[in-house]
């Protein structure tokens, strides 16, 4: 772990973070840290508290236990301030559909209290490529262009903590590219981003990821460590004739002791297991099939991920009993 | 394939609906609680007869007639004699101040004068600014005069009750004297105006911001709930101004309503009343979950306005509980400062008391509003 910008005081550090709405626990005993200048990806299936959790950091939300400091600034007491340097962007879009591109920057402009707000505001349509359309409503902008609004709306206080909210749910993949070399760009600049998201790719672009489920953090680190860490071994099963069916094998497979992972890849299975030795036991009755040929290879994140929620799904269960 | 009409499909289409109205429980609670509201206002809080009105007599004969008359007045359900007073001058301020409904005077040698048959003035002033507040007592007061004095024509004076009345009753409807209701109605519509659209246009305000998701940008930025409310406000006191405008050159120079005092304080008191108004519709929007509720609420809120503020009927005619009420709601004071200044000349002492009434309204629903804004999303 040698990134750039890793000395200095994490930005973010707080320490068992809880938050309960009527009795559900929708963010149990989070801790997290996050180095400035990193990227750090925040993963979890729907519902697991990333949105919650965001809320928290800034202000929107008050934890029912635990604490922690943002920017240096006690996330209890010190909301107001951290507001201040914190730029958000919400999962829906949430700049005014009725108001044009440069009305909505300059808006945000004013509230911020930003001296030269001509300045400003000509400086991030210029810088994200939206000077030609600044007169344009937000609403008839298309998801990529409102994206690109959002960022710039939310980077335009100069915050020194950007934190986006699946800021690429629904853009098409030219847009996320693009998207992310800004985020890059904004990272180099010293800006510390989380950023939470569904998407594989994008987590393999972050310094950092922290993955949670059910409100509990279940991995963090970069994404070789977080790989690593969660022990899997995976096999992929490639069909050899044409009637060798896949999914025939993932059903002969499936709750077979050792076997926890099983996802189909048109004519490949892939396979996995948290026990080596005795997934390998398991397989070597089926691998006699000549049907199908064998290779062990490297888990792919997802392949971590799914793995790492059926485990603490079944834990979360098991809690309930 | 499939038939332009089918049992089913309708079947599943009414369980759909049935679903979400009982999801949406404010909305049901409303659609009973405005039924509910309604039969108890129209049934028990209004009566168009009022009784019981606030009457003061100038008794200068202190004769034996004058003192049966004011028993007689006493006893009849139309007038609660409160008050005697001295002069002229007192009774003039007390009905331009809205205090008295009635001012019965009897004038010095009265008794004797109908004693001797010669059929003296016995006059009583209205407030007439609600025609409707008064007729009804006026209509009877001839009769209830008349039936006083009869008692006392005994002897040599029984002839007087075979002839024509033994005396002659003035009525003076004062401030709206060919009881013109344009006159009462048209200052009173620029309130109800004011008080639709402006709480409507503000608990619209809030909740949208919401319904639209812009809520959640707006309170990660450094905006503190006061300049939220005041910046959400202040538009609206412009569009409020010109409705104000709109309607005072109508009721002018359309209907004719006549401005007796100072239009500068009709417009003075407009500000305040808007405001009020607006800070009303804000702290219903924070109230509201979403915009539905808030148009809701703001029904609920106009009804008990109109029909308990005396724009529609006579306050005095509501019982005590009502005119409560009423004494709550932003309208009535409005309704009484723009009546009293264009009808009656009320100067600045006058309404005072009303304008500190939709100052203290005022401040008190504002200080809900900015109490109930929440700065999280909690």
């Known amino acids: ?321 | 394939m499939s038939a332009a009409f089918s049992l089913r499909r309708m079947l599943a289409m009414i369980g759909k609906e049935f679903v979400q109205m009982r999801r949406d429980r404010p909305t049901f609670a409303m659609m009973v609680g405005i039924p509910l509201l309604q039969l108890v206002l129209f049934g028990f809080a209004i009566n168009s007869d009022p009784r019981h009105l606030p009457t003061a007599v100038l008794d200068a004969d202190h004769g034996p007639f004058g003192r049966a008359l004011v028993a007689a007045l006493e006893a009849s359900t139309y007038f609660d004699v409160e008050r005697m007073v001295a002069s002229e001058a007192e009774a003039d301020h007390l009905l331009a101040r809205g205090k008295l409904q009635f001012m019965v005077s009897i004038p010095p040698d009265f008794s004797r004068q109908v004693a001797r048959g010669d059929h003296p003035a016995l006059l009583v002033e209205a407030d007439a600014t609600d025609p409707a507040a008064t007729s009804g007592a006026l209509n009877t007061l001839q009769e209830l005069a008349e039936d006083a004095i009869a008692p006392d024509l005994t002897g040599p004076l029984a002839l007087l009750k075979a002839g024509p009345p033994p005396f002659e009753l003035r009525i003076h409807r004062r401030y709206n004297e060919e009881a013109v209701s344009q006159y009462n109605v048209v200052p009173g519509l620029m309130g109800v105006v004011l008080t639709m659209t402006m709480v409507m246009m503000t608990a619209l305000s809030v909740t949208r911001e919401r319904d639209r998701g812009t809520m959640e940008n707006l309170l990660v930025m450094p905006l503190s709930p006061l300049e939220i409310m005041v910046g959400k406000i202040t538009p609206y006191v412009l569009v409020g101004y010109l409705q104000v405008a709109v309607i005072l050159a109508a009721s002018l120079w359309v209907f004719h309503v006549p401005l007796v005092g100072n239009l500068l304080l009709v417009m003075l008191s407009s500000v305040l009343y808007i405001i009020a108004n607006l800070a009303v519709g804000f702290t219903f929007s924070t109230l509201a979950r979403n915009q539905t509720q808030a148009l809701q609420l703001t029904l609920f809120y106009f009804l008990p306005s109109i029909l308990l503020s005396g724009f529609m009927f006579p306050y005095r005619g509501m019982p005590v509980w009502a005119q409560t009420i009423g004494e709550i709601l932003p309208l009535t004071h409005f309704m009484r400062i723009v009546r009293g200044v264009m009808l009656k000349g009320n100067g600045w002492t006058d309404i005072a008391g009303e304008v500190g009434m939709l100052a203290l309204i005022l401040l008190v629903v504002s200080v809900i509003a900015v109490r109930r804004f929440r700065r999280t999303l909690d």
Request: with cysteine; glycine share 12%; proline share 4%.
């Open chain 1, 1 to 321: 772990m040698s990134a750039p910008g890793e000395s200095g005081a994490p930005v973010i550090a707080v320490r068992g973070l809880t938050k309960r709405f009527g009795g559900r626990t929708v963010v149990d005993r989070l801790s997290l840290a996050v180095a400035p200048g990193r990227i750090m990806g925040f993963l979890g299936p729907n519902g697991s508290g990333k949105t919650t959790t965001i809320r928290m950091l800034c202000g929107l939300l008050t934890p029912d236990e635990g604490e922690g400091t943002c920017l240096g600034l006690d996330i209890r007491r010190d909301a107001a301030a951290i507001k201040r340097q914190v730029g958000y962007m919400t999962q829906k879009f949430s700049y005014y559909e009725d108001m044009s591109v440069e009305e909505n920057l300059t808006f945000v402009a004013r509230v911020y209290g930003l001296s030269g707000i001509r300045g400003h505001v000509d400086a991030a349509l210029e810088r994200l490529g939206l000077a030609d359309r600044r007169r344009q409503l937000a609403g008839e902008l298309s998801g990529g262009w409102k994206q690109r609004l959002a960022l710039a709306a939310s980077v335009l206080h100069a915050p020194r903590l950007l934190l986006l909210d699946e800021p690429t749910a629904g853009v098409d993949p030219k847009a996320r590219r693009d998207f992310w070399e800004q985020i890059h760009q904004l990272a180099d600049d010293g800006i510390t981003v989380l950023v939470s998201t569904h998407y594989m790719d994008e987590a393999e672009r972050c310094h950092q990821i922290a993955y949670i489920a059910y409100g509990q953090l279940l991995a963090e680190g970069t994404v070789a460590e977080v790989v690593a860490g969660a022990g899997l071994v995976t096999y992929t099963a490639s069909a050899q004739t044409p009637r060798a069916s896949v999914v025939e094998l993932a059903r002969r497979l499936r709750g077979l002791p050792g076997i926890d992972l099983l996802a189909p890849f048109g004519a490949a299975l892939h396979v996995g297991g948290g026990d080596a030795a005795l997934l390998e036991q398991t397989l070597a009755a089926v691998r006699a099939d000549a049907a199908f040929s064998w290779r062990r290879d490297q888990p792919s994140l997802e392949d971590v991920f799914i793995h790492l929620m059926g485990r603490s799904r079944d834990n979360f269960q098991g809690a309930g009993l």
